[in-house]
């Protein structure tokens, strides 16, 4: 069973659905700890309500992201935490973090990657008038979501697509692939050659 953290900056719903995969034993593996930057993130709730240790840690009682950042890996590394799953988190991670969790970061982004990087890949996506759109689970390196793929999945653009109804289509294919992620790593499937991830059976 590998230890699971999770770092969530809002609404936390896809954290809600690795939790239900977890209790459907979809996930080999459980989430130990939830951690927000944020005190009012319904993230923390939720993980309140499927009895989860959770915690805010808050960025302004640290000096800069380096020291935030150690203070994460400390807490981390006490809980034996295999895995740190990024569900909506907003700060960037230092280079330090991402060395110490190498390929033991996954995030998740809304955009067909490498297509539409950043803040906004929904947006960015529609407002450039994509037919195709999707979302993208890969692992976290030094860049800006700029990782190796684990797995993707197309979501098609329709007629009067509004910012809302294509980010919501997302957010439901969102919340199957990454338990799916989640749980190929739990299981030692996944292996990173290059910046190529493969699956292994
Ligand atoms: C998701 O759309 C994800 O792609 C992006 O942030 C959003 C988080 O949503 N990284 P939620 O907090 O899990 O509801």
Not at 48 to 67: H, Q, T
Not at 90 to 113: A, D, G, T
Request: glycine share 6%.
């Amino acid at each position: 069973m590998k230890n699971i953290a999770v770092l969530a900056s809002g609404r936390g719903s896809n954290l809600e659905a690795i939790l239900e995969a977890e209790s459907r034993a979809e996930i080999a593996g459980r989430v130990i700890l939830v951690i927000s930057d944020r005190a009012d993130a319904q993230a923390l709730t939720r993980a309140d309500k499927w009895n989860k240790r959770s915690m805010f840690l808050d960025p302004g009682a640290y000096s800069n992201r380096v020291e935030y950042d150690r203070k994460l890996i400390s807490i981390l590394k006490t809980a034996e935490i295999d895995l740190v799953v990024l569900a909506g988190y907003m700060r960037l991670l230092s280079p330090e973090f991402v060395k110490e969790y190498s390929y033991k970061i996954m995030n998740i982004h809304p955009s067909l990657l490498p297509a539409f990087p950043g803040t906004d890949g929904a947006g960015d996506a529609l407002d450039y008038g994509v037919k195709i759109s999707g979302c993208t689970v890969h692992f976290v390196d030094e860049g800006l979501d700029t990782g190796p793929i684990i797995l993707q999945e197309s979501v098609p653009v329709i007629q009067d697509e509004t910012l809302e109804t294509l980010k919501a289509r997302i957010n439901a294919v969102e919340h199957r692939l990454y338990p799916t992620a989640i749980d190929l790593f739990c299981r030692d499937k996944l292996k990173i050659e290059g910046r190529i991830c493969n699956i292994v059976n």
